[in-house]
């Protein structure tokens, strides 16, 4: 099967379905945690509970424990199995990394700078904000990696 464009998000789901043999389902509530649900053709279920946080106070060590600490208590959890962290340029990255790393309980993290964020129906582009996402599975096992030598020419694009 080659390449190809998703035009609908059900389509999206349906191909992840036949590429994992899964069937996804997301719940939201208006709090903003949101789970993960798998359930194979076994009937077995699996969980992921997951919170997003976001700051836009412009000192770094406020920012990033104030994200982190509204991810985690959206998801109700102490420490997470991962971090995904997205902040924009204004701030120091190193004493904003710190912060969440801090905030997390050094749970592996993952993330970037950029000129905005864009989470819970919120947008911004200031050079003050920072997002941070908590997921925590007993199913699943989060990791993170770094690879060298790889080469786009290599791949075709997805879409």
């Not at 996804?24 to 076994?42: C, E, M, P, S, Y």
């Not at 060590?61 to 924009?88: M, N, Y």
């Not at 993330?111 to 905005?116: A, I, L, T």
């Amino acid at each position: 099967m080659g390449p190809r464009r998703v035009r609908h998000p059900e389509e999206a789901w349906y191909l992840l379905d036949l590429v994992v043999d899964r069937m996804l389902k997301f719940i939201h509530n208006d709090k903003g945690t949101v789970k993960l649900t798998a359930q194979t053709r076994k009937f077995n279920i699996m969980t992921i509970q997951a919170g997003v946080g976001m700051s836009a106070n412009r000192n770094p060590k406020i920012a990033g424990k104030e994200a982190a600490r509204k991810a985690l208590d959206v998801a109700k959890l102490e420490r997470p199995d991962f971090v995904f962290l997205f902040a924009t340029v204004g701030y120091p990255q190193k004493e904003i990394l710190n912060a969440v790393r801090q905030a997390t309980a050094q749970a592996p993290l993952c993330g970037c700078s950029g000129e905005g964020i864009i989470a819970q129906n919120i947008t911004d582009e200031s050079n003050f904000s920072v997002a941070v996402m908590v997921p925590k599975s007993d199913d699943l096992k989060f990791f993170h990696g770094l690879s060298a030598g790889l080469s786009l020419a290599k791949y075709p694009p997805l879409l």
